[in-house]
């Protein structure tokens, strides 16, 4: 089991990149399953921190689950920059129809609920994937730490 904490870094974000992908088209676009995909993100990276480092620091562990929570956010930021961004230009078409567009509406405006769901897809999305990734690598930790009675 050691042997998949022990891949090189370049090949275990090739990987995540395919699978955020795969996770962006499961859902048609809409980043559910990449928030989901948080969670073993958070795993994994907290086990491979503590398996690959000689430092059993918790402040070490915890400075790394960020930085790897950070890229994978970032990514996913990307990525639903690329797939959502090309729609900005419809706010300058006024022939624009957003009532067909095919978002639901969340606010009573078509033009307000359509802003309001690019926000929602282009920044609020990764960041709750920030979000899960955290929460679920500092709920490992919190394992390793009370298995391993250390508390520093």
């Not at 090739?14 to 499961?26: S, Y």
């Not at 957003?98 to 690019?118: C, H, M, R, T």
Request: aromatic share 20%; with cysteine; glycine share 6%.
């Amino acid at each position: 089991m050691d042997k998949i904490f022990k891949l090189d870094i370049k090949i275990v974000f090739i990987i995540f990149v395919i699978l955020d992908i795969f996770c962006v088209g499961l859902g048609m676009g809409v980043p559910f399953f990449c928030i989901l995909f948080g969670f073993p993100i958070g795993w994994y990276s907290v086990k491979r921190i503590i398996i690959n480092s000689n430092r059993g620091k918790v402040i070490f562990i915890l400075k790394k689950t960020l930085h790897y929570a950070l890229v994978t956010s970032i990514f996913t930021f990307l990525v639903m920059t690329i797939l959502w961004g090309r729609t900005v230009p419809m706010f300058f078409d006024p022939n624009t129809d957003f009532v067909n567009f095919g978002i639901p509406f969340i606010l009573y405006e078509p033009k307000l609920s359509f802003i309001g769901w690019l926000f929602l897809m282009i920044f609020i999305s990764p960041f709750l994937q920030l979000l899960t990734t955290i929460f679920a690598s500092y709920l490992t930790l919190l394992r390793w730490l009370k298995d391993n009675k250390t508390l520093e």
